[in-house]
């Protein structure tokens, strides 16, 4: 099984409608990332949470949010989905600074 | 906000050649890592870089950290078509907070 896993691995989903992007990590580690990755942009930071009781903005948290369910659990919402959405979007664990451990990625279309 | 900046942002070269990527910044970062990233897939780390002027190597790569901190390169010697793919520099600003500011990556194709 992988460390860190993400789902669904694909969706597409309408204009206006919620939708929940998942992540669970068997890694132990504390912090967890959202990053959306857009051709030519890099990845690029939604959420991040250091423990349970500590959700922080990325640089593009912006019709986003998140909930840290337990220290293993970290979701990510799109309240209202538009088309710019449409991205690859990972989650990330880490320890420490000496490396972040990444999901398989979700693809979401936004139609 | 940190930025890294990317060098070239696509290479494409045949079997056996070198050839180095570079990952510049302004600022200057604690500690920088290097990502591989395949179709499909996430990043995956391939070295941490700490100290400046470092140089680490694993197998035909050769990754160096700048003496200032702010800058970084890979270089990857008689390349395979098993090395394409995307590659990520991320950096780390230090302190308690854990966040790591990416740069837009190099994709590599290395044809046969």
């Known amino acids: 099984d992988a460390d860190v896993t993400q789902t669904p691995r694909n969706r597409i989903t309408k204009t206006g409608k919620r939708i929940m992007l998942e992540c669970s990590q068997t890694?132990?580690?504390?912090?967890m990332y959202w990053y959306r990755q857009d051709p030519g942009l890099g990845l690029r930071l939604i959420y991040y949470s250091f423990d349970v009781k500590d959700i922080n903005k990325g640089e593009i948290s912006d019709g986003y949010s998140v909930s840290r369910q337990a220290q293993a659990k970290f979701s990510l919402s799109l309240e209202s989905a538009i088309p710019n959405q449409t991205a690859l979007y990972f989650c990330?664990?880490?320890?420490?600074?000496?490396?972040?451990?990444f999901g398989q990625g979700t693809r979401l279309t936004v139609v | 906000t940190q930025l890294l900046e990317q060098s070239p942002q696509f290479l494409s070269i045949q079997e056996g050649e070198n050839l180095t990527v570079y990952c510049n910044s302004s600022?200057?970062?604690?500690?920088l890592q290097w990502y591989r990233q395949e179709p499909g897939e996430g990043p995956v780390l391939l070295v941490t870089?700490?100290?400046?002027?470092e140089v680490k190597k694993l197998k035909r790569l050769t990754f160096q950290f700048g003496d200032a901190r702010k800058d970084s390169s890979l270089h990857i010697t008689a390349a395979q078509p098993g090395d394409t793919g995307l590659y990520l520099c991320?950096?780390?600003?230090?302190?308690?907070?854990?966040?790591?500011?990416f740069g837009k990556g190099t994709l590599l194709t290395v044809n046969p």
């Open positions: 990330a664990t880490s320890d420490s600074y000496t490396e972040a451990f």
């Open positions: 870089v700490v100290t400046g002027g």
């Open positions: 890694k132990g580690h504390d912090r």
């Open positions: 991320a950096g780390h600003s230090g302190g308690s907070n854990y966040k790591l500011t």
């Open positions: 600022s200057v970062f604690s500690s």
